[in-house]
């Protein structure tokens, strides 16, 4: 495809974000300096709930909004003030935002047409993207006539044919139902490998977040809460916030009863508290208040009297609340802890060789070296 | 308003026949009623003009009521070529021209309000209201006011300048309230996506507002139109010394007592027939153009 040249100097889509602020009516920041480096063709995705600020922030660096304060620089070069166009981003709404008037065809070379492109030349760059989204048999239809995933790729084929360095997207999928997300998911993948550029989506769905992205980024109120890999903010959350809002975890808390060089141990309602290792954090002392978490599928459920298997020292004695079959594993709910939610993910296999029901009295555990200790 | 009932959009949901009950077959009591109903507001809406229509068609013993006398166009060459009958030509020029006018100017000025309207700004709902308040104006009374005015100021009144101004008092409210229904169905993130995109706002103005838009600036055009080609208490006073139309067959019913202004009756409607018609086939023309290209 040839390039249009708009006198950019470089193809880098590396971004950095540094104290950006946003606030709409001067008082309250809806960003609240927000600093994030997300590399040159990463697949990043701002997860949080709504309100949070993500989209916020999704739309400065598309240069829809202006930032209040801090810069955001997009390969080696601060784009505050810059147009769209100028910065080579583009953005795909959340609800397409197709032009109704406008045929597949001519909705993808619209970017071409206000750039003064003659139409032979912009129709064939069209067509050509028309083929890589797979739309070909749908080029001279409305937006209307299509469906929701067709709707979404004419989307993605009418940013990408500007080249932008950065693809912005705006809950992409929340206007698919269940399956067609799925599906478009692993196209949007596709898509951002094969184009090879940074890819910045939004959304709420936690799912979504960790099955796409090189770099997840979980907010909340205005503030980056973490970034890192989908692993890494998934099996390592930082805070109570991360682990509840990525999920999978079990959180409880309690205060520092003893310490005992790499490890310390939580009063708890178990007999002999709960052992925790320190592993990153740093050092607690006797009586502090902490959280931990215990991811859900680690959490083995043992009937009372029966030996705990090895590696466990936690036995919390528990009485099952209710029970939800989830296909390849069993979703146990336990009134381990007075406040939190406790919930044991137990393999499909291991619950129906013994299973309980609903009022059942068990003993909770785990491994001891699966407890993280959180900020 | 037909034309905006015409643009509205597919995605309505059909209406269930089974709304309230299943249908056994037969219709209720109450349809006969309201069909009745219905029947007579069609006679009271079109018999009185029905009547002069066909009264128009006599031929040259016909009078001014029933019953018929013979059917002839005879009237109609005499509304063209007597002169006792008024300035007929001259008046319906006058009027077409007028109705043009204010047509161009009702559909440039209430878009552009629409624009200006697409964001809340402080004091919108003031600015709102000073618009369309001068619909409760009573048209006679505005009409006086604005003849005073031109007298006052020296000024001669005139079918171009404050007729013009008068019956735009009245047609730009409208064509303003039309105008924020027709906007309302434009969604801004289009725009938003056209400076992406990376069109400039003229770009995104007439390539993706203007055509989307279509449809409903059509309505505003034709609503324009028909306001001015049959206004009368505004421009009573003010159109000075050379009638409008309708002001022409108002003193015609004076002093005329032929059939022939039945004919004038008769041309004038075929006349609008033939703009609404124009305007509904426009925005026909346009949706199908967009289903047709869509298709090929």
Same mark, same amino acid.
């Given at each position: ?375 | ?76 060459? %005499? ?7 008024? $300035?007929?030509?001259? !008046?319906?020029?006058? #009027? @077409?021209? +007028?109705?043009? *006018? ?84 434009? %969604? ?7 400076? $992406?995109?990376?069109? !400039?706002?003229?770009? #995104? @103005?007439? +390539?993706?507002? *203007? ?86």
């Amino acid at each position: 495809m040839q390039r249009v040249d708009l006198g950019m100097k470089n193809d880098r889509g590396d971004i950095e974000l540094a104290g950006v602020c946003k606030s709409f009516d001067g008082v309250t920041n809806v960003v609240d300096g927000v600093n994030l480096r997300i590399a040159d063709g990463a697949y990043c995705c701002f997860i949080g709930p709504s309100g949070c600020g993500k989209t916020t922030i999704l739309r400065m660096i598309a240069g829809h909004e202006d930032p209040t304060a801090g810069e955001i620089v997009i390969g080696g070069q601060n784009v505050v003030g810059l147009a769209p166009v100028q910065r080579r981003t583009a953005m795909m709404f959340q609800s397409y935002a197709l032009f109704p008037h406008l045929t597949v065809r001519e909705n993808i070379a619209f970017a071409l047409r206000v750039r003064g492109q003659s139409k032979t030349d912009r129709l064939r760059a069209a067509d050509a993207m028309i083929e890589k989204v797979r739309l070909t048999q749908f080029a001279d239809r409305l937006p209307a006539q299509l469906s929701g995933g067709q709707q979404q790729r004419v989307a993605l084929a009418r940013a990408a044919i500007t080249e932008p360095r950065v693809l912005l997207l705006d809950e992409p999928l929340s206007a698919l139902d269940e399956q067609l997300r799925v599906q478009m998911r692993q196209e949007l993948r596709r898509m951002q490998q094969e184009l090879g550029i940074t890819f910045i989506h939004v959304t709420h769905t936690q799912l979504e977040a960790i099955a796409l992205a090189d770099l997840v980024v979980v907010m909340e109120q205005g503030k980056i809460k973490q970034a890192g890999a989908a692993r890494d903010v998934y099996a390592h959350p930082h805070d109570r916030y991360v682990a509840e809002f990525m999920g999978g975890q079990n959180v409880l808390s309690g205060r520092v009863e003893k310490v005992n060089g790499a490890s310390f141990t939580l009063a708890q309602a178990a007999p002999d508290g709960i052992e925790v290792p320190l592993q990153a954090r740093p050092a607690v002392s006797v009586g502090d208040k902490v959280d931990i978490a215990v991811r859900r599928d680690d959490v083995a459920l043992v009937r009372p009297g029966r030996d705990l298997p090895p590696g466990c020292t936690t036995s919390l004695p528990s009485r099952v609340l209710a029970i939800e079959y989830q296909g390849y594993f069993v979703k146990v709910m336990l009134d381990t802890v007075p406040d939190d939610e406790f919930v044991a993910y137990v393999p499909e296999k291991t619950f129906f060789a013994d299973p309980f029901t609903v009022g059942d009295v068990v003993t909770a555990t785990w491994a001891t070296g699966s407890a993280l200790p959180l900020a | 308003m037909s034309a905006v009932l015409a643009d509205m959009p597919e995605r309505v949901a059909p209406a269930t026949t089974k709304a309230i009950a299943p249908s056994k077959g037969g219709r209720p009591w109450t349809f006969y009623v309201l069909a009745t109903l219905f029947g007579l507001y069609v006679i009271a809406l079109y018999g009185p003009m029905f009547c002069i229509y066909v009264l128009s068609f006599q031929d040259i013993r016909g009078g001014l009521v029933f019953p018929m006398k013979g059917h002839s166009l005879h009237w109609f060459v %005499d509304l063209f070529t007597q002169v006792r009958t008024g $300035d007929v030509k001259g !008046s319906f020029d006058r #009027s @077409i021209k +007028l109705a043009v *006018i204010v047509t161009v100017i009702t559909v440039v000025v209430s878009f552009l309000a629409g624009l200006g309207f697409r964001k809340r700004f402080r004091g919108d709902t003031f600015v709102f209201y000073m618009m369309i308040g001068s619909l409760v104006a009573p048209g006679l009374v505005l009409g006086l006011g604005t003849g005073l005015l031109f007298q006052a100021l020296g000024l001669n009144a005139s079918w171009y300048t404050s007729a013009l101004g008068a019956q735009l008092s009245w047609t730009l409210p409208f064509g303003v309230l039309v105008m924020f229904a027709v906007m309302s169905r434009f %969604d801004h993130v289009w725009e938003e996506a056209a400076y $992406d995109l990376g069109a !400039s706002r003229w770009q #995104s @103005i007439r +390539l993706v507002m *203007i055509p989307v838009l279509a449809p409903g600036l059509v309505a505003v055009a034709l609503f324009g139109f028909t306001l001015s080609y049959d206004e009368f208490a505004r421009s009573l006073q003010t159109a000075g010394s050379l009638n409008t139309l309708p002001l022409e067959i108002w003193s015609m019913t004076l002093n005329v007592t032929s059939p022939s202004l039945y004919a004038l009756g008769t041309v004038t409607t075929i006349v609008s027939f033939i703009v609404i018609g124009a305007s509904l086939g426009s925005i026909v023309l346009i949706q199908k153009r967009r289903g047709s290209s869509a298709k090929g």
